[in-house]
């Protein structure tokens, strides 16, 4: 037990090195900056992948349908809808991504709209100012990519994507900068 300690000591004591978390920050930096260059390729990607998830998760359920007579019609039920899913994700990848990005669009102007209400709502506490600032962010992006619609499909997903590894690899830069004590965990 006490040897097991012991290695999880070092795992832990390389994981929160600051060259290792430096290079990692580097290394997540480089890699969204790259696919910030290709958005579609991402966006695509993306949509097969979670396409191929979609397939794997209703062959299981239809193997769970025939081993478990409980639910076994919801079993089907969900294996289908799975199946149907990914099928149509990985056959149609323009139109899941098409699909997808007028759902991000739609869930945008809602947040943004939720968001300047709940502004209203909670107007006599501090913060309103960046509660309003957010939520017209939110609606103004919202609105850009359901006004662009369906020609933003070939970049927001990927963009989204691709922006959010450059904000990843900031804040782990940003960690590994920070200085340091010497505590072992």
């Given at each position: 037990m006490a040897e097991t300690s012991g290695e999880n000591n070092k795992l832990c004591r390389v994981m929160v090195n600051p060259w290792v978390t430096g290079v990692l920050a580097v290394a997540e930096l480089v890699l969204g900056f790259l696919l910030l260059s290709f958005p579609f390729v991402l966006g695509a990607s993306a949509v097969w992948v979670c396409g191929f998830v979609l397939f794997a998760a209703g062959l299981v359920r239809v193997v769970q349908c025939l081993i478990r007579a409980e639910n076994r019609w919801w079993n089907l039920l969900a294996a289908l809808v799975?199946?149907?899913?990914?099928?149509?994700?990985?056959?149609l990848p323009v139109l899941s991504l098409e699909v997808a990005t007028l759902g991000i669009g739609i869930a945008l102007t809602v947040a943004g709209v939720l968001r300047l209400l709940m502004a209203a709502v909670l107007h006599s506490r501090?913060?309103?100012?960046?509660?309003?600032?957010?939520?017209?962010?939110?609606?103004?992006?919202?609105?850009?990519?359901?006004?662009?619609w369906p020609g933003s499909s070939f970049w927001v997903l990927g963009s989204i994507l691709a922006v959010e590894m450059i904000f990843s690899g900031w804040t782990l830069l940003f960690l590994a900068l920070a200085p340091h004590t010497t505590k072992t965990v």
């Open positions: 799975y199946l149907c899913l990914g099928w149509m994700m990985l056959r501090s913060g309103t100012l960046w509660r309003v600032f957010n939520g017209l962010i939110s609606l103004v992006l919202g609105l850009l990519v359901i006004w662009g």
